[in-house]
C-alpha cells in the first residue's frame, strides 16, 4: 500500500521504518532533514503535499491539535479525492470531529488512532491503539495499523478514540503521581523507599507503577521519548473534556496542577520517568531506590 508519514519524532520514526519493513512503499516528511535520512527505503517528500498526492493513506503523529490543524489544511492541498488522514497524536475530542467535518466537504476521511506504549512500543511493535471513525475508513486503515501494534480497539465515532486515551492518560498519570506522594509521606516519616513499595505490593495499594516501574527512579535525565510538557497538554485535555461533559475532574485537574508546576520548574522537556524529580522538587523529599 501507498502509505505516508508526517513527523518522524520518537513514534513517527519507529512508525515509519516498520511500514518499510512491512512492505508498504512508504513516503515521509519531516522538517528535521535528519530525521528523514534515518527512514531507509522510505520517499522523502519537500512538502507536506507533495507527499499527501503520492498516498492512500497518510499518518500522522504530531505533537499538539494546532499543529495537526495546520498539517492537515496542507495535505487537504495535494491528497487525491477519497484519500484517508489517520492521527496518532493525542488530541482534542472536538477538535478531531471539526477536522473529520472539515475533510469530509472535500471528500477526505480521517481516522484517529491515539496510542500508548511510546517509543520502545513503536520499534518493537507493541503499540495499542485507541480508534475512532467510519466504520468504512477504519476497515483501510487497520491492516496498515494492526501489524505496527499488539492490540487495536475500534471504539466508535470520531472522538471516542481520544476520549478513552485520556481516560488512559487520567488513570496513569494520577496512579504514579499518587505512588510517588504516598512514597515521599512514607519516607518522610522514616520508612526506606524499598520497604514501603514491599507493603504496598503485598496490600492493596499495588498498581502499575509501583509493581513495573518504581524500581528505575535512581535513573535520571534519560533521553525524552515523553515529555512531561506534552504529558501537561494531554493532563489539560483532560480537564477540558470534563468540562465539555459538564462534570468536574478533581483527581485530573490535581494531576494537571502537578504537571503544570513541573514545567514551571524547568523539567518540561524532561520525561515521563523524571516525575520523581518533580515530586522531590515539589514535596520536598529525596526518593531513591538505592540508598
Not at 524529580?277 to 526518593?287: P, R, T
Amino acid at each position: 500500500m501507498k502509505v505516508g508519514v508526517i513527523g518522524l519524532g520518537n513514534i513517527g520514526g519507529f512508525v515509519a521504518q516498520n511500514l518499510v519493513a512491512d512492505g508498504h512503499d512508504v513516503s515521509v516528511f519531516d522538517l528535521d532533514a535528519g530525521r528523514v535520512a534515518a527512514v531507509g527505503g522510505a520517499t522523502a517528500c519537500s512538502t507536506v503535499a507533495d507527499l499527501a498526492a503520492s498516498v492512500d493513506i497518510t499518518i500522522l503523529s504530531l505533537p499538539t491539535p494546532a499543529v495537526v490543524g495546520a498539517v492537515a489544511d496542507e495535505w487537504v492541498g495535494g491528497a487525491p479525492a477519497g484519500a484517508v488522514l489517520v492521527d496518532l497524536s493525542t488530541n482534542d475530542p472536538d477538535v478531531v470531529r471539526e477536522l473529520g467535518e472539515r475533510l469530509a466537504e472535500s471528500d477526505h476521511r480521517l481516522v484517529e488512532a491515539p496510542l500508548t506504549g511510546g517509543a520502545v512500543g513503536a520499534e518493537k511493535r507493541s503499540l495499542v491503539f485507541m480508534v475512532g471513525g467510519d466504520d468504512d475508513a477504519v476497515a483501510r486503515v487497520l491492516p496498515v495499523l494492526e501489524p505496527l501494534g499488539r492490540a487495536t480497539f475500534h471504539v466508535g465515532g470520531l472522538g471516542l478514540g481520544n476520549t478513552i486515551k485520556l481516560v488512559n492518560s487520567l488513570i496513569a498519570f494520577t496512579t504514579a503521581w499518587v505512588s510517588l506522594e504516598g512514597l515521599s509521606i512514607a519516607k518522610k516519616a522514616g520508612i526506606d523507599v524499598q520497604a514501603a513499595v514491599e507493603v504496598l505490593r503485598t496490600a492493596t495499594g499495588g498498581n502499575y507503577f509501583l509493581n513495573q516501574q518504581v524500581e528505575g527512579i535512581d535513573t535520571r535525565g534519560r533521553p525524552t521519548q515523553f515529555a512531561l510538557e506534552l504529558a501537561a497538554k494531554d493532563a489539560g485535555l483532560i480537564v477540558g473534556q470534563g468540562e465539555r461533559l459538564g462534570m468536574p475532574t478533581p483527581a485530573g485537574s490535581a494531576v494537571h496542577q502537578v504537571l503544570d508546576q513541573a514545567v514551571a520548574d524547568g523539567l518540561g522537556a524532561a520525561d515521563w520517568s523524571d516525575l520523581v524529580s518533580a515530586a522531590e522538587q515539589q514535596l520536598g523529599v529525596e526518593l531513591r531506590w538505592n540508598v
